[in-house]
């Protein structure tokens, strides 16, 4: 089994315990760059060329060069340590996708909320998804060339964000970055669990 173990297809013999997470975040935030970013395994994607007709509803504020959109799920893994894997599920940004979030939450441990500084506004309804499933969650600010630098504290005040909840902000085209905002979403799970207990 080691020999096939290098290909990177399956899942390390160590490997005691596997988390699901959602990826989470409006439209054309970065959710599918970030699980390519990390994932060690080829990701599967459900992307689709956008079409005239979702023109109407998809705003292409701020992403003009934007051509396709997820329309079911993203799928990655990334084993942190010998005994951890994650398996990441992606949504899709739009409301029309609705009962895929819903679907996709079942088993979730959590979900790492990504967001848009320039457009927070948008985030809502992002945030409202985990919130009504009642799953622990972290905010990751996905950079962007034009990003805006605003105070930590008015951000997290436009966000409404409980106290608790970390702030955190990443590029979702790094892997590194990509990879500490899923570890400090890990590590936010391991609190709460440790405070539930």
């Known amino acids: 089994m ?10 390390r013999d160590t490997v005691q315990t596997i988390v699901k997470l959602m990826v989470v975040g409006p439209f054309g935030v970065g959710k599918t760059t970030l699980i390519g970013a990390v994932s060690e395994i080829e990701p599967l994607r ?27 799920l993203d799928f990655g893994r990334l084993t942190l340590a010998d005994d951890l894997a994650l398996y990441l599920f992606g949504t899709p940004g739009q409301q029309r996708f609705a009962q895929i979030w819903k679907d996709i939450a ?26 009504r499933f009642n799953l622990p969650y972290i905010v990751a600010l996905n950079t962007f060339p034009d990003t805006p630098d605003y105070p930590r504290a008015e951000l ?26 899923l570890v400090e979403l890990v590590k936010h799970l391991y609190i709460r669990q440790q405070e539930l207990s």
Request: hydrophobic residues 40%; charged residues 25%; glycine residues 6%.
């Open 46 to 72: 459900t992307e689709e060329l956008m079409t005239q007709a979702g023109a109407v509803v998809d705003d292409l504020t701020g992403i003009p060069a934007k051509r396709t959109t997820t329309v079911a």
């Open 106 to 131: 079942r088993g979730a441990f959590g979900a790492l909320v990504l967001a848009d500084s320039r457009f927070l506004d948008q985030s809502f309804e992002a945030l409202g998804v985990v919130e």
């Open 156 to 181: 997290r005040e436009a966000l409404d964000l409980d106290p608790r909840t970390p702030l955190i902000t990443c590029n979702a085209q790094d892997r590194q970055s990509a990879k500490t905002a």
């Open 2 to 11: 080691a020999s096939r173990l290098s290909d990177g297809i399956y899942v």
